[in-house]
């Protein structure tokens, strides 16, 4: 039973237009959400997080916005660049737990 | 600051064997995490620890143990290899507060070891 639900495999984006990455989760005891980056041959970047008590939190050209009620969180990168092509996890962890709990995965692509 | 880094960073085994994986934690942090990455899927828990203690563990039967040493560093073994333990192997560490997660405590991950069992 995946908690964490990344519905999109791929996503493609022409480079200056906005990537909207979208995650989705069951367990409504997580109340900490982690956005990473991964790139071939390496490990997970972090990029961003948020936690229960906000509903956005900002960082450069990355945005995460969190629906508690919707039991979703997306993660908006505007402009999108070339270097921003990668596979994106996000994550999620309950306030007793001692692990995060990942999704699937998206891979961005974004075109020039 | 040094990050995360693991060793080696690729590995085959024969099933059957044992392995040993190794872990730097990035300085300042005292607890590690190791994950299971298979193919196409998001990292899967396998177990933290905190101060030498294991602090938590994922759906991974006992022939997975590790170690954390005094400074901080961390070993994952594997027992008995099974065709199915191929995987990317990261190992992450955090700065936490107690045996529980930090409240804004983010992983930061090594670039993993490749296993390959055959």
């Known amino acids: 039973d995946q908690q964490v639900k990344q519905n999109s495999p791929s996503l493609s984006v022409q480079e200056g237009r906005i990537s909207i990455l979208n995650c989705d989760y069951t367990n409504s005891m997580f109340d900490y959400f982690l956005w990473y980056k991964k790139y071939p041959a390496e490990g997970p970047t972090f990029l961003i997080s948020?936690?229960?008590?906000?509903d956005k939190n900002e960082d450069g050209r990355f945005t995460v916005f969190l629906n508690k009620s919707a039991k979703h969180l997306s993660l908006h990168i505007v402009p999108s660049q070339p270097g921003d092509s990668a596979v994106y996890f996000c994550a999620a962890r309950d306030n007793y737990g001692q692990n995060f709990v990942f999704g699937p995965g998206t891979r961005l692509s974004v075109l020039p | 600051e040094t990050g995360v880094t693991q060793s080696p960073t690729h590995l085959i085994k024969t099933r059957g064997q044992q392995v040993t994986l190794r872990c730097s934690s990035q300085?300042?942090?005292?607890?590690v995490s190791w994950y299971q990455q298979a193919l196409g899927q998001g990292p899967q828990f396998i177990f933290q620890?905190?101060?030498?203690?294991?602090?938590g563990r994922g759906n991974f039967p006992p022939r997975f143990s590790g170690l954390q040493f005094p400074n901080y560093s961390s070993e994952l073994n594997v027992n008995a290899l099974e065709l199915d333990d191929s995987a990317l192997y990261l190992c992450?560490?955090?700065?936490?507060?107690?045996?529980?997660?930090?409240?804004?405590?983010?992983?930061?991950f090594g670039n993993g070891t490749r296993l390959t069992v055959t």
């Open positions: 300085s300042g942090h005292n607890t």
């Open positions: 992450a560490s955090s700065r936490n507060r107690g045996p529980t997660l930090a409240y804004n405590s983010p992983l930061h």
């Open positions: 620890y905190y101060r030498e203690e294991e602090n």
């Open positions: 948020i936690s229960s008590i906000k």
